[in-house]
């Protein structure tokens, strides 16, 4: 049984979902760091898929994407006026844009 890799052109997807899948850029100290390679890091819907994000970062900002690596950051447990409480879970996208095409997360859409 051989593994095809997923073809991102073969993902349709509207503008609407595509705003959906990308929440917000993360702008940290480390995700700049990813700037001198190419990267930028996205903050994206949890049930979104590495061709899905692919396709909604080419939609929306016009730019080839090279390659997209996901992390699913789990919520801390804190305390909270002496309650325990729990932080929402959220997923990560690293995207890697072919050499040249950059973009600048500090400018808006």
Not at 14 to 41: C, M, N
Not at 68 to 73: H, K, Y
């Amino acid at each position: 049984m051989s593994m095809r890799p997923y073809n991102a052109r073969q993902v349709r997807m509207s503008d609407e979902r595509a705003y959906d899948i990308i929440v917000r850029p993360i702008v940290t100290e480390k995700s700049t760091l990813g700037s001198q390679f190419g990267q930028v890091t996205f903050e994206v819907a949890i049930d979104a898929t590495k061709p899905e994000i692919k396709v909604a970062v080419e939609k929306l900002f016009d730019r080839k994407v090279k390659a997209v690596n996901t992390v699913l950051n789990k919520g801390k447990v804190k305390r909270f006026r002496g309650k325990l409480g729990k932080r929402s879970d959220f997923k990560k996208a690293i995207v890697t844009f072919v050499d040249g095409q950059d973009i600048d997360v500090t400018q808006g859409i």
